[in-house]
């Protein structure tokens, strides 16, 4: 029988190949599970792990059993209340068990029908935001690039233990003890050649004095021979490394919210939701993404996270003075030519009159066509207002660039967003 024996290193725990085949192998009942937290849980709540339960049934295995009849010989290690050819009185009461099977209820109250795990942040997140990307993303020319790779470029004399070059280093030391035992061997042997010479002499003829001389001369050539280090210093090669600009797709979200006297706490607390939400999608989808926050009522103005977040403002609303701001910011800041431009825009849908209509020039004529992406969430109740009418209009203008939804409760947040976000199939 052949056993196929899995070595392949595993993470920080032990059991992480097989932890990964059950989340890949039960992806649908985890993904489920998963939605339904999501809803019940505050999004500021969404950095930490949950709890899954999968029922039994869906967990089950199929196994090798045997058939009804025949004989069989049972060995029970430990028994010592019955023999061979005892019978075993039936399980007394209604429940025909002790709860610990199926259907049973367990006398210390719990029972084996769901499998019970924790997924950790890690894996809570990636369902989350599964299937979620930021659209049209592109790759920008490469300038003022900051990010580098180191790449090997060949070897050096030079350089630090943890970079030596075994291989290079040996074959180094092997060239080296060649050229420098070469001329040495060829004197030895031609000094053993004239001894031999001289020793078959008629002892008549032969000289002591160049015998003890050529003895000398092999002793001294043998000692130097030996002198010749099997590596040296001057073998050492080690790695060389340089640092090889990388190309990068670098996008930068503006996170633009109105926080003027029509938006009450709760449509604040939705908004800040919504983006808090957009933040940890960003921070896990890319590594080079910089984040803008606008706020603004009858005034735009670039603020902090925490003052975007936390800090409360009063007075009337002109939408367009943010969407001037944000052009202002990406033509000092931004270029397109560099950057993917991205923006999200949270609103109770009140505007200051004909100022909608601005706010769509203002999008069509200038943002539009530098930005990726703009997305917007209405959060309110009500019949929508002037300013998502005129939103309707840039929608149809640049349906694959424009998306507008709108949310009633915290619970429309996940669904708003997994629809604004979704990933796009490729033409």
Known sequence: MTYFIDRRA???HKSAVNRQRF?????????RSVEEAVNRRSITDMERGEKISIPSRDISEPVFQHGSGGRRSIIAPGNREFEEGDRLRRPGGSGGGDGSGEGGASNQGEGVDEFAFTLTREEFLEFVFDGLELPHLERKPLVDVEEVRPVRAGVSRDGVPARINIVRSMREAQARRIAMRAPIRRALREAQEALALEERKDP???NPARVQELKAEIERLEKRLEAVPFIDTYDLRYNHLINQPQPSSKAVMFCVMDVSGSMTQAHKDIAKRFFLLLYLFLERSYERVELVFVRHHTAAKEVDEE???????TGGTIVSSALTLVDEIIDKRYPPAQWNLYVAQASDGDNWDDDSVNCRELLSN???SRLQYFTYVEITPHAHQALWEEYERVEAEYPDRFAMRQIVEPGDIYPVFRALFKRRESA
């Open 23 to 31: 989340l890949d192998r039960y992806r649908t009942h985890i993904k």
């Open 307 to 313: 003052e975007f977040f936390y800090s409360r403002e």
């Open 10 to 12: 595993n993470a920080k």
């Open 204 to 206: 008549v003829l032969r």
């Open 366 to 368: 200038s943002l539009m």
